[in-house]
């Protein structure tokens, strides 16, 4: 009995075979092949015509083992593909949500958008309990293309890196385009403007325009507008750096007489306390510090009393050794006779 189902017939299917077919080929260039077998003169990749032929010569066939195959072939795909390692999520620039700035822009109370603007200190100067080691380092203001920033300490942070380099590139964008149109676009639009305005007259002496045609914007115009605008950017950033590099610079100063201050305090207190103590008082402790053993060895020879370990050592194996018992002479022999012992 012939089957019910003509895969030919069916939308569905017809969709799967030309979407097989498709991906077929567009993978087919990708397979290597040996030179050998790699034609030189014919254009068609070998294995591209295969796919062609055995479509073409299953055209017909109804066989359920070939759809078999395929969707197996198709579900080992999807497998592969989905038990491949994902690639890792890049590492967000935002900023995190509880990062203090370091400059806060203050805004005029009559005029909110005022040039150039306004920038405080948030944070900083901050007070000595905070600093870790107790000692106030000052910061240093540097430049980087117009671009002023704080050294705060070394190695430079990767994240202020980053932001540097997005405003140098920036504005190196910026100044060459301004450059292109200024040296290249402007005078070629000057060109074809003047080719309009030759054209434009000639339409309108023979009828074929109208006389505001001549009125029209040119693209001298266009190009000088999109110069403005650029340069005028360029201005707003610097304004904007040159407030930013004043405020920095009084925080600069505000850290500096800190950390003077400071220092003059610590100074003080070592002063103070060396006035504090009497003459006698210096010298003992003078003394008390130059007994101090530089080593373990030195500690276990010091004494208390000024000997070292090895002379009280020696007193006391001097006190402690038994006494030598006396010679014993043999009859007829005298004491004093050396040759027998």
Same mark, same amino acid.
């Given at each position: ?7 030919? %017939? ?11 077919? %498709? ?15 790699? $034609? ?76 150039? $603007? ?27 293309? !117009? ?63 109208? !006389? ?15 110069? %403005? ?29 800190? !950390? ?49 370990? %090895? ?11 038994? $006494?030598? $018992? ?16």
């Amino acid at each position: 009995m012939p089957s019910l189902f003509v895969p030919s %017939r069916d939308s569905r299917h017809r969709r799967a075979c030309f979407a097989l077919y %498709r991906a077929l080929l567009r993978q087919a260039p990708r397979v290597p092949l040996p030179p050998n077998i790699a $034609p030189a003169l014919d254009p068609v990749n070998p294995i591209t015509a295969l796919i062609r032929a055995r479509f073409r010569n299953n055209k017909i066939q109804t066989s359920p083992r070939l759809h078999a195959q395929i969707l197996a072939f198709l579900r080992q795909h999807n497998a592969d593909l989905l038990s491949r390692p994902t690639k890792p999520t890049p590492p967000s620039s935002a900023p995190l949500p509880d990062t203090i700035p370091l400059l806060k822009r203050i805004p005029h109370p009559e005029q909110p958008h005022s040039k150039p $603007p306004t920038f405080v200190p948030t944070e900083r100067p901050r007070p000595l309990s905070q600093i870790k080691g107790g000692v106030r380092k000052v910061p240093t203001l540097e430049m980087a293309q !117009a671009f002023p920033f704080l050294r705060l300490s070394k190695p430079q942070s990767p994240a202020l890196s980053r932001v540097i380099g997005q405003l140098v590139r920036r504005r190196f964008n910026r100044l060459e385009l301004m450059t292109e149109y200024t040296e290249h676009v402007v005078p070629e639009y000057k060109e074809e403007d003047r080719w309009e305005r030759l054209v434009g007259q000639q339409l309108v002496r023979h009828g074929l325009a109208a !006389a505001d045609v001549l009125n029209e914007p040119t693209y001298k115009a266009t190009a000088e507008r999109v110069v %403005r605008h650029t340069q005028k950017q360029l201005n707003e950033r610097l304004g904007v750096a040159k407030a930013r590099g004043r405020a920095l610079w009084k925080l600069v100063l505000e850290e500096k007489a800190l !950390a003077e201050e400071e220092a003059e305090e610590r100074r003080g207190m070592e002063g103070g306390l060396i006035e504090h103590l009497s003459a006698k008082e210096i010298i003992d402790a003078l003394s008390e510090f130059d007994r101090i053993p530089a080593s373990p060895k030195d500690a276990v020879e010091m004494s208390p009393g000024g000997e070292t370990g %090895r002379d009280r050592g020696e007193e006391e194996r001097q006190s402690t050794r038994q $006494p030598r $018992p006396a010679k014993r002479v043999p009859p007829g022999l005298r004491d004093d006779d050396d040759s027998f012992w």
